[in-house]
């Protein structure tokens, strides 16, 4: 009997050391979860230009977790497929058609790839063609489609997408594209030696190097070399019918065609590269060339960039944001600061736009200067523009009207707000494409009036709207805005179609379609029939609650209620909180409601609403504003909002005597997860904790994190009283922690998790860490999503709905 006992306790301790540390082959969640999560996805559709057609894109669902184990560079910042050359881990489309308008006549095309793998799904200016890339077992393909033939063909099949992502640009002849492939005759990759060459070294020489923590970094020479082997290109235009290569082999970060398509605006990066910042800091050079490789001028050099920018409105001291004015043929854009890249100087004007025209000769032109950082132009014709200005620091934004041909004497600000504040947005102008098929504004009524759409925010949720703005005045007038108990959004301002525009409109149980809507009547004319993919949720009840803190500031959350819940008969529910929080400089901006209690209930596979088939009440999409003050940061009181934030949410969902007090989980991602982790640390509101890729220690982010700009060394106190590891000793309820092995998000190394949850185990807390492997800081395989939600499941089950 002892030997019998003997070997039973060391079964049952080996049992334990499994649970506690061991692995676990991936488990799957209750069927109904396993039903939404397995949906087929909406289609994404894509209108062309001229108004007539639409291409409709079928997305696949989860990947599985052998697609992301696929071999995985991880170079400058990059993550890199090398049997394909370009990125890894990016989503595709498995099927394609192709409809008019209206969602009939469907053109089937003849030539298409058998095992389709699209991205990069792109119409011609005039709409009568379209290309996309192909990305097989071992390369990364270009097709050309013709709508009038009913037929595509591929082009070539040795794209290098490392860094241009995009692939490729149509030219305004709408037949030519420019794009670029892999370095003809490259040889094989260099390989790393098992043996040293010598020690790895860098060096500061007096100089301040302020960086965040930025992850997949170059580490040593070899990896150099492997860099530019993978990121190196040379530049093809097809004509056609036939492809040729212009100018020499580089690295180019980007590639932009003129809008009159005879020149190119290049910009390559060059040495020495750097082991601390991404890529897109290393030294690079910007220059213009023409279509035939050949170097016209020679804008900017631009040095290494290792310290970074601190402080609102901080940028380099260096020009930026080289662009095309897409109103003139071949004009470029860029700005420099005045003030040297610190916003803290006290003068008129913060930021100096320049432009320079064909044929590139002489300076370049002071165009406009702006007392605020420059935040872009949305071109017109050669009457009207709209300059956008913004100061991240007094939350500002400013819209201006100017004449190009004279854009100091006729400015004029028309809009002026704060950026917390989404209830006085007064959205943003409709544009449309011009005869090089660039975007410029919709101008109308023989250029009276422009038209604004926007999201519509209100204290009644989200209701998108579509304005007519006169020109002359500056009056707008109301042309529609969505009804309940609808949402509906503007997609396109169709060509050449007054009063007709395309919207998608969806409610809590209608999914997601394409209408065609007259302003002038409201008729209504469906486009696409795109059904249910959640049978699962019907019956479920979505309501936006509305409620206050304890300090008057107005929250809100969706409450989400399981089909066929009585509270009468039923009583309260155990109910999960989720939730991330948000800085603002305003009580009266915070307390704004966003979001639509009329959107349908979509569900991704990473989504806490799939627990309402459970039984569990979800109070989703919480409030959690971190509030600062005149004389305060947000951040400032950060632990204290938290906690009067989640007791106010608890308290009306006991109020409204659906939400079990004693029976309340919390839970988020990223910042959720850490302000998950500071609420069991600081109170005892909830019964239990899910936390997805957080950080939990601050002084490993010590340059500054979310909107918090102050440094670990310039408020020590701060990084300590916002970190629960420093208070791990603190948590008293169980917390489960889930996090992507392969996470590269600044910030939230998967060593945040791991040293976490060491600290919690030191001091007896009741805590499980689920490492997923291949995952990013956004979970993708079906294997691993199912399996964080058979962890969720299981943890709130024991923990919540069966608290003891």
Not at 52 to 67: F, K
Not at 592 to 617: C, D, E, K, N, W
Request: hydrophobic fraction near 35%; charged fraction near 25%; glycine fraction near 8%.
């Amino acid at each position: 009997m002892k030997k019998l006992a003997l070997l039973i306790s060391l079964l049952i301790l080996a049992a334990g050391v499994i649970s506690a540390q061991g692995g676990l082959e991936y488990q799957k969640p209750p069927e109904d979860i396993v039903d939404i999560m397995t949906a087929s996805p909406t289609p994404s559709v894509y209108i062309s230009p001229d108004g007539e057609n639409m291409a409709l894109l079928q997305r696949p669902g989860m990947p599985s977790i052998e697609d992301l184990s696929r071999e995985e560079l991880r170079l400058g910042g990059l993550r890199i497929d090398p049997a394909v050359n370009g990125p890894s881990r990016r989503s595709y489309s498995i099927g394609f058609t192709v409809t008019d308008i209206y969602g009939k006549n469907e053109t089937v095309f003849d030539g298409m790839p058998a095992d389709l793998k699209m991205t990069n799904f792109s119409w011609s200016d005039d709409g009568n063609k379209f290309a996309f890339t192909n990305v097989t077992s071992g390369s990364i393909e270009l097709w050309v489609g013709d709508i009038s033939e009913g037929a595509v063909k591929k082009i070539d099949d040795n794209l290098n997408l490392v860094i241009g992502y995009g692939g490729f640009s149509w030219l305004p002849d709408n037949k030519s594209i420019i794009y670029q492939t892999i370095i003809p005759g490259r040889g094989e990759c260099p390989a790393p030696s098992a043996v040293p060459a010598g020690p790895v070294i860098q060096e500061n020489l007096g100089m301040k190097g302020a960086a965040r923590t930025y992850q997949d970094l170059l580490e040593n020479p070899v990896d150099e070399k492997i860099f530019e082997y993978y990121s190196g290109s040379v530049i093809k235009v097809w004509d056609g019918s036939s492809s040729s290569q212009i100018g020499k082999p580089g690295i180019y970060k980007s590639v932009n065609p003129s809008p009159d398509g005879n020149y190119l605006l290049i910009e390559t990066v060059e040495k020495p590269f750097s082991y601390t910042v991404p890529y897109y800091y290393f030294p690079s050079v910007v220059k213009i060339w023409d279509m035939n490789g050949n170097m016209v001028r020679k804008i900017v050099e631009t040095p290494l960039k290792e310290n970074l920018p601190r402080g609102y409105d901080m940028t380099f001291p260096e020009a930026r944001y080289f662009s095309w004015r897409n109103d003139k043929p071949s004009t470029l854009m860029y700005v420099e600061p005045l003030d040297g890249g610190d916003f803290s100087k006290e003068m008129e004007y913060h930021d100096q736009v320049y432009t320079l025209s064909a044929p590139f000769k002489g300076e370049a032109e002071k165009f406009i200067a702006t007392k605020l950082r420059f935040g872009g132009i949305t071109w017109g014709n050669d009457d009207i523009a709209i300059l956008r200005e913004r100061s991240r620091g007094q939350r500002l934004e400013v819209q201006s009207m100017f004449d190009p041909d004279d854009p100091a004497g006729s400015l004029k600000e028309i809009f002026s707000l704060q950026s917390e504040d989404r209830y006085n947005d007064p959205g943003s102008f409709a544009t449309t494409d011009n005869e090089y098929g660039r975007r410029v504004l919709l101008i109308e009524d023989r250029g009276r009036t422009l038209y604004l759409t926007g999201r519509g925010s209100s204290p009644e949720g989200d209701r998108p709207f579509i304005d007519e703005y006169r020109i002359r005045d500056g009056k707008t007038n109301r042309l529609w805005r969505s009804e309940a108990p609808y949402y509906e959004s503007v997609s396109n301002m169709l060509p050449d179609e007054k009063n007709i525009v395309l919207t998608r409109r969806e409610s809590v149980d209608m999914p997601p379609n394409y209408f065609l809507r007259n302003l002038k009547n409201g008729k209504l004319t469906q486009v696409t029939n795109f059904k249910n993919p959640y049978p699962q949720l019907e019956g479920v009840t979505k309501e936006l609650v509305k409620y206050k803190r304890d300090d008057g500031l107005d929250l809100s959350f969706d409450l989400y209620l399981p089909e066929g819940y009585d509270k009468e008969k039923d009583g309260p529910l155990p109910a999960i909180l989720w939730a991330y929080p948000r800085e603002y400089k305003s009580s009266d901006a915070a307390g704004q409601v966003s979001g639509s209690p009329y959107r349908f209930i979509r569900v991704s596979p990473s989504s806490i609403l799939v627990f309402v088939t459970q039984g569990y009440a979800v109070m989703n999409n919480a409030a959690f504003p971190i509030v600062g003050g005149d004389d305060k940061e947000p951040n400032d009181t950060f632990r204290e909002q938290l906690v009067a934030n989640g007791k106010a949410a608890i308290d009306k969902g006991v109020e409204l005597g659906v939400v079990d007090a004693d029976r309340v989980a919390v839970g988020g991602h990223s910042y959720g997860a850490f302000m998950t982790a500071n609420l069991l640390a600081h109170s005892r509101l909830f019964a239990a904790g899910v936390a997805r890729s957080g950080a939990y220690n601050r002084t490993l982010t010590p340059f500054g994190f979310q909107n918090e700009r102050r440094s670990f060394w310039e408020a020590p106190d701060l990084y300590f009283y916002m970190s629960p590891f420093m208070h791990a000793e603190k948590v008293k309820d169980p917390i489960l922690l889930i996090h992507g092995q392969a996470d590269n998000n600044s910030g939230t190394f998967p060593i945040q998790s791991e040293r976490y949850y060491a600290a919690l185990k030191g001091h007896g807390a009741t805590v499980r860490l689920v490492m997923l492997p291949n995952e990013s800081h956004g979970y993708r395989s079906a294997e691993s999503l199912m399996h964080m939600q058979w962890e969720t499941y299981r943890w709130l089950e024991k923990y919540v709905k069966n608290r003891e």
